[in-house]
């Protein structure tokens, strides 16, 4: 098909509404990751442990998932993408229903470990999933509808499951969430079918990215390689400062009011951010990560310098602006790498993806880390740290130009 050709494709309504459904699936998935976040205090009485303990069950999460990715993702290549996709709802459920009926601490635990163990299944092939319902050319704009869902949960999930957690409990709120993910589950089916059989079908590969030619064919998992370790330096210094968010903001505008108000700012961005990378990654792909990590570095490094300002007023504004920036680059940024990685990678995208889940895992484990060292000087270190690495994330994607065009062997 020629390049004009191509150019006339677009997302027709029935893509877009099994593309909402992806989007969906993130959703439940992300809300339910971040679940005891807004509820930390009630469960933390609940089930008589500290609220230091309920903050574990996150970061455990993410230790969880990052290592059983590459392995449970090995094994569900040997069903159809479908297949895998509706089986790690149904486990989401199982763990959704069992935070329902915990009686105690480790009861609350291996809810979430059932959860994180498909966490890296959901993520490693929703995207390349998606890839299947568009044209090749619209990958870029598929995976980001996509991730929509979990910038979504930020706006909606977590501040939605609060506030029925304290309408009805923490618990029924749970069985709700159960509910919906039931809900999506069926919706999943729907949209990609099951199918069975030990290997993808003809159907789920025939619009992946194309495999790189042969003279590529040797160094794209270098490349893959080298883009999912500058994607782990970002998360890294995303989660640095996101971690510790209500410290930070608070420490900078001198009220924890704020808080609330700056995540809203943080959310809706991610939202706008989502939108305009979803417009460009296919297009100029390389450009748009140039340009996201650029507004990236901006936004964080804004508020390192807003301790240095003078009045509140002027320290919050400068909060604001550094948030929504900062917000709004980190949600274009997973979309820009995850796209890039599939591409790299073609039929292969699978297991590249997985590579980029675990990653991503790390990175959140390790930001995490990182920042509770540094929150004991001072919570100035924080958004200092992450502009540095940011920095050295923008160096290397202006320097060796890691991400590629839509179609790397024409």
């Not at 809203?264 to 990590?293: C, E, K, M, S, Y």
């Not at 997985?354 to 895992?361: C, E, K, N």
């Amino acid at each position: 098909m020629s390049g004009t050709a191509m150019t006339r494709e677009k997302i027709d309504a029935a893509a877009a509404a099994r593309l909402a459904i992806l989007a969906s699936a993130t959703f439940v998935y992300v809300t339910f990751e971040v679940f005891p976040v807004g509820l930390i205090q009630d469960i933390a009485r609940s089930l008589d442990v500290s609220a230091g303990a309920v903050g574990l069950l996150i970061s455990g999460y993410a230790v969880v998932a990052g290592i059983v990715t590459v392995p449970t993702v090995a094994l569900a290549s040997r069903v159809s993408r479908s297949t895998a996709l509706v089986v790690s709802l149904l486990v989401l459920v199982a763990g959704e229903v069992l935070a329902a009926v915990a009686t105690s601490f480790p009861m609350m635990v291996v809810s979430r470990v059932a959860a994180a163990l498909t966490h890296g299944v959901l993520w490693s092939l929703i995207a390349p999933a998606a890839a299947t319902l568009v044209p090749r050319e619209r990958v870029g704009t598929a995976t980001a509808a996509v991730f929509g869902g979990s910038t979504l949960a930020a706006i909606v999930g977590s501040p939605g499951t609060t506030l029925i957690g304290e309408l009805i409990g923490w618990r029924a709120t749970a069985l709700v969430l159960a509910g919906v993910t039931v809900a999506v589950t069926f919706g999943l089916v729907w949209a990609l079918g099951l199918r069975g059989g030990t290997a993808r079908t003809a159907a789920e590969e025939g619009r992946e990215p194309a495999v790189p030619a042969t003279g590529q064919r040797r160094a794209y998992w270098p490349r893959v390689l080298f883009l999912c370790g500058v994607a782990v330096v970002l998360i890294t210094a995303h989660f640095l400062s996101y971690t510790y968010f209500a410290v930070l903001t608070a420490d900078i505008t001198g009220t924890s009011g704020a808080v609330v108000v700056l995540l809203t700012v943080f959310g809706l961005a991610g939202a706008v951010g989502t939108w305009l990378v979803g417009r460009h990654n296919d297009t100029a792909p390389q450009r748009t990560a140039a340009v996201t990590i650029a507004v990236f570095a901006v936004g964080i490094g804004l508020l390192a310098l807003a301790p240095a300002l003078g009045g509140p007023v002027a320290r919050s504004a400068a909060a604001a602006a550094a948030v929504a920036l900062w917000g709004g680059a980190f949600a274009a940024a997973g979309p820009v790498f995850q796209t890039g990685v599939m591409r790299l990678a073609g039929q292969d995208a699978d297991r590249a993806s997985s590579l980029y889940v675990t990653g991503f895992q790390a990175g959140i484990a390790g930001g995490s880390v990182l920042g509770a060292a540094l929150l004991g000087h001072s919570p100035l270190w924080l958004p200092v740290v992450s502009t540095l690495l940011v920095l050295l994330v923008l160096l290397a994607v202006l320097t060796r130009r890691p991400v590629p065009a839509v179609e790397p062997d024409e």
